[in-house]
């Protein structure tokens, strides 16, 4: 059996189940974070028992990704299959299908999964951990229902998802959920097979670890480069995240917490991005949150500002560098490739700035080991306070809290691990 050397007591809970108010995790499960709080973590503040689950004996990692494209053949579908009923003007669809074909049709993202995948068998047999990974995405072969038909053969019950994506949001965490209990219907799996999700990992040291290096090496590699240049006044970090609807993002943390303009979704981006500056010994260098890859019809508010047009701002205020952090992405995706590093770092050089993208956490060691250890602290219920989180917003939930990452504009649909609104 899989994960009996897990030493897991926990009772399965029915998918969709509220863990609210569980009892703390029993004695015998060691915290699973070794070394993982960096200097600097800090504990959440409001963090409580509803914060974590009861330990449960998992038998696999369910690994959710987007998915993308593999092929010219494959961008339209593809594309058909991400927009469904939300409304994207076809204008914006020609355009995105552009930036794919510009890459043979192939988006980069599968294969940064297939590879995230293989690090994280590595990792978990370095460590001894008997968990197998079965992957499948939200919009592309192989899709969550291979995954839960894989489960099914393979006689997996108990699932623990990581959807490759930090923050909370529609986009980000409850269509991902939605479409566990999708897939669950679709494949008739939905009696036997139980899917819980790892909390939104957006402070979790593993991710943050790996910009943390590339804005100390980015700003690093521009000093060295342009002697003279002062890194006080003349360079600006640029944090660069997905836009999302604002209505979302209003939308995007639980009802009772408030998060101010831009929610959760905005608050969590710049809760890491102060960590990240902090930690990379950054706190003299200006910098500010943006935002990229809008689509929508116009009429509709987004997130702002957007990358380009602070990008036109910098020189008025003196600049003479930029630094863009990919913070919103777990990988290179094609947002990553195609808006930063072709739109963005153009508008850069148009604007005579020195520019650096920073890479995104992809592969990283920190990163692969976080992910393993959100994983066991969900297998040994690692009580909240043992959890590492690095900005007061976190650990964030187990499972979702009412009204959580919901989406007014495409109305309610069932979803996994939250407690309905
Ligand atoms: C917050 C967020 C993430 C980060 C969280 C996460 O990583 O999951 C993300 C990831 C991704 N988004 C991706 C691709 C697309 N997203 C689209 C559309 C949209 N994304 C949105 C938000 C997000 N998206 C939103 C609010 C829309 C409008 C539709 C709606 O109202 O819900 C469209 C349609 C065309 C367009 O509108 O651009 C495409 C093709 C890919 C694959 C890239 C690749 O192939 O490498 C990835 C990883
Ligand atoms: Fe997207």
């Known amino acids: 059996m899989a994960a009996a050397n897990l030493g897991s007591t926990g009772a399965a809970d029915a998918p969709g189940t509220a863990h609210r108010g569980r009892k703390p995790a029993p004695a015998a499960s060691a915290p699973c974070a070794p070394g993982a709080v960096v200097p600097g973590a800090t504990r959440a503040a409001q963090a409580g028992p509803e914060h974590v689950t009861e330990p449960v004996a998992y038998d696999a990692i369910l690994l959710a990704g987007f998915g993308g494209p593999e092929g ?77 038909a894989e489960a099914k053969e393979r006689g997996f019950t108990k699932l623990i998802a990581i959807a490759t994506s930090a923050y909370s949001s529609y986009s980000s965490c409850r269509q991902y959920r939605e479409d566990f209990a999708d897939a669950l219907a679709d494949t008739g799996t939905g009696d036997e097979i139980q899917i819980d999700k790892v909390r939104q990992f957006f402070d979790h040291p593993g991710f943050v670890q790996p910009f943390i290096e590339g804005v100390r090496d980015g700003i690093g590699g521009l000093v060295a480069d342009h002697p003279g240049l002062d890194r006080t006044t003349e360079v600006e970090v640029l944090f660069a995240t997905h836009s999302i609807p604002s209505t979302d993002a209003a939308k995007s943390g639980p009802a ?36 990229q890859s809008r689509s929508g019809p116009p009429s509709m508010p987004w997130l702002e500002p957007d990358i380009n047009d602070a990008i036109e701002q910098l020189p008025t205020a003196g600049r003479k560098a930029v630094v863009i952090v990919p913070l919103g992405f777990v990988s290179d ?89």
């Not at 009923?85 to 669809?93: F, V």
């Not at 408030?258 to 959760?264: P, R």
């Not at 608050?267 to 500056?277: D, F, L, N, P, Y």
């Open 72 to 148: 010219q053949d494959d961008v339209i579908p593809f594309l058909r299959n991400v927009t469904s009923g939300r409304g994207i003007p076809d204008e914006r669809l020609e355009e995105v299908a552009h930036h794919y074909r510009h890459f043979g049709g192939i988006s980069p993202i599968n294969e940064q999964n297939r590879q995230l995948k293989a690090g994280l068998e590595a990792e978990l047999a370095r460590r001894g951990v008997e968990l197998p990974v079965i992957w499948g995405n939200r919009n592309w072969d192989p899709y969550l229902n291979d995954a839960l």
């Open 256 to 291: 009772e917490r408030g998060f101010g303009e831009g929610g959760a979704y905005a608050a969590q981006h710049r809760a890491v991005a102060e960590v990240v500056m902090r930690e990379a010994g950054a706190t003299d260098v200006p910098w500010q949150l943006v935002y």
């Open 333 to 421: 995706h094609m947002e990553v490739l195609w808006d930063l590093d072709n739109e963005a770092l153009e508008t850069a050089q148009e604007q005579g700035l020195a520019a650096v993208r920073v890479p995104t956490p992809g592969t990283h060691p920190a990163y692969v080991a976080g992910l393993v250890d959100l994983v066991l602290e969900r297998v040994h219920g690692t009580p909240v306070a043992d959890r590492p989180a690095m900005t007061e917003l976190g650990p964030w939930y187990d499972v979702c809290r009412p009204g959580c990452c919901e989406n007014v504009r495409l109305g309610f649909r069932p979803a996994l691990a939250g407690i309905a609104p």
